[in-house]
């Protein structure tokens, strides 16, 4: 996919991640783009000071047929980054209406290529999005073949929002993949027009139900013929179940070819719950279960006992240590899942004292491939991160594609870790810790002599974490000199930016699901 570099103009490198996520490319995605706008929206460009010229594009193909994934809130940051970077400065009046002739100009691109076979609307933006949304209203072949659609929405505006929802009822029915994401406090309305996207789809394979959002009719809208012949996964992602628990096995049984289902921190996770799903007649597998309320022990033994075989990503959500009750029902809970699950590929620790982690690490270490272990650096986890970093090395498997390692830690702690792990090689190594207990000088001696020496790793990731006036700052930046990074090139390490790396679980529900 790497074509461009045959080419002598400043094309930028063609790659599948830019194709399905073109926004990334900051200031460029308009330079390249500029090519294929009309020329009565140049001749307004030239009203702002921009030129073509000024924008030397050199465009050798039509790159806009190669755009696939349209995300308006990443569209809208781009923008905003690409008039950053002009020499000309606004004011907040004209810069709006700058912002809203390039959001404008790159929709009526993407319209005419009618290749876009992702959208995404999030973070819904009053104004912005509402000025342009008449152009997607007024184009149905921008929808017509649409495959994944992601609707997560913060603020609503009921202007377009619905007119919205109602278009793609009637003119899009080729979704294979839909996300929701709406405010507890969403109309009835913006329930009644997802119901009807639901039914009105022919190929609906994966849905994905987040945040607290009132899902009874849509949930309910599954039931219909065309979704319980395709739909093959369900996601629940901080949703609250206490609205579907009289449905659920109702639903769940009209579903013929449901092979998955991933629960993350969901509310009413509850004996409820349970019965309800466990009696369920059609075979389906709980991949996924992330839990932020502690089931109890009954329970949850009742559920591992029908799904354990199939539970491949399991997790804690954070505790705090003043919680005793929380912690002593995680403890039970964690017997639990040692005695059933031998099969997790995911694993998201959380904060824990128990040492049963350590066997538990080991009895799945054929299948573990992500393995996040974090603390909250707003508390004293020191003695907790130095006993995770003595005891976890030597458990760890001879492969990972993932390690995330958020703990308060001394350098000796660290040392003693790699020491330990020196069996594994890791393809993707985040460590954070806080400058505070860290002496960072030892910490690159460790890290040089451990993980670069040996290559032991393909990605590293570094980040410093310091406390000040009870508020926690982030500084993963210069931890490594440019001479270093180019070190740790020669010894085939990328050294990239924590949060490029950081994998959390709802990146895990977007990339790996």
């Known amino acids: 996919m790497a074509c461009s570099k045959i080419f002598s103009g400043d094309l930028p490198e063609l790659t599948e991640e830019i194709i399905h996520h073109p926004i990334i490319m900051g200031r460029s995605i308009f330079n390249k783009n500029y090519h294929f706008i009309d020329e009565d929206d ?139 994401n709406f405010p507890a406090c969403s109309s009835s309305l913006i329930e009644t027009h997802l119901s009807q996207i639901i039914i009105s789809q022919h190929n609906l394979k994966k849905i994905s139900f987040e945040s607290n959002f009132i899902l009874y009719n849509p949930f309910l809208s599954l039931k219909n013929s065309n979704c319980s012949n395709t739909l093959n996964t369900i996601i629940f992602y901080y949703t609250d179940f206490k609205n579907i628990l009289t449905v659920l096995q109702e639903v769940f049984n009209q579903l013929n070819v449901l092979e998955s289902v991933h629960i ?47 539970l491949e990503n399991f997790g804690f959500h954070y505790g ?16 639990l899942i040692m005695k059933y699950c031998t099969k997790i590929r995911y694993f998201n620790l959380g904060i824990s004292d128990d040492n049963n982690i350590y ?40 492969k990972l594609k993932y390690l995330c390692l958020s703990l308060a830690f001394k ?15 890791i393809e993707k190594l985040l460590i954070k810790s806080k400058v505070e207990y860290t002496r960072f000088e030892d910490f690159t001696i460790y890290i040089k002599k451990y993980i670069m020496k040996e290559e032991r790793v393909k990605y590293l990731a570094i980040l410093k974490s310091y406390s000040k006036n009870n508020d926690l700052f982030m500084d993963e930046f210069g931890f490594f000199s440019k001479d270093e990074v180019n070190e740790f090139k020669l010894h085939n390490i990328i050294v990239q930016k924590f949060f490029d790396l950081y994998i959390s679980t709802y990146d895990f529900i977007s990339n790996h699901l």
């Open 264 to 310: 993350f921190y969901c509310c009413s996770l509850n004996s409820d719950f349970v019965q309800q799903i466990i009696k369920v007649i059609k075979p389906f597998k709980l991949i996924s279960l992330f839990m932020s309320e502690i089931l109890h022990v009954e329970s949850l033994q009742l559920l591992l006992q029908k799904f354990s075989d199939c």
């Open 42 to 180: 140049k001749a307004k460009f030239n009203e702002y000071g921009i030129e073509y010229d000024l924008l030397h594009s050199n465009t050798l193909f039509n790159y806009p047929n190669f755009i696939k994934y349209l995300d308006t809130y990443r569209t809208y940051r781009s923008i905003n980054y690409w008039i950053d970077s002009l020499v000309v400065k606004y004011d907040n009046k004209l810069r709006y209406k700058l912002e809203n002739l390039v959001y404008r100009s790159l929709f009526e691109v993407f319209i005419k290529n009618e290749g876009i076979h992702s959208f995404g609307i999030k973070h819904y933006i009053f104004g912005f999005s509402d000025d342009n949304m008449d152009l997607v209203l007024q184009n149905p072949n921008l929808t017509y073949n649409m495959r994944n659609l992601i609707l997560i929405v913060n603020a609503i505006s009921s202007r377009n929002i619905f007119p919205f929802l109602k278009f793609l009822c009637s003119n899009c029915n080729s979704i294979s993949s839909i996300v929701v």
């Open 411 to 425: 350098t000796n702690d660290l040392e003693i870790f790699l020491k330990n792990s020196q069996n594994t090689y």
């Open 320 to 335: 705090y240590r003043e919680h005793n009750v929380y912690d002593e029902k995680r403890r039970q809970s964690f017997k």
């Open 359 to 398: 066997p538990f690490i080991e009895n799945n270490r054929y299948n573990i491939n992500y393995l996040t272990i974090e603390v909250d650096f707003h508390d004293d986890y020191t003695g907790l991160s130095s006993t995770v970093l003595q005891n976890s090395g030597q458990v760890l498997p001879s």
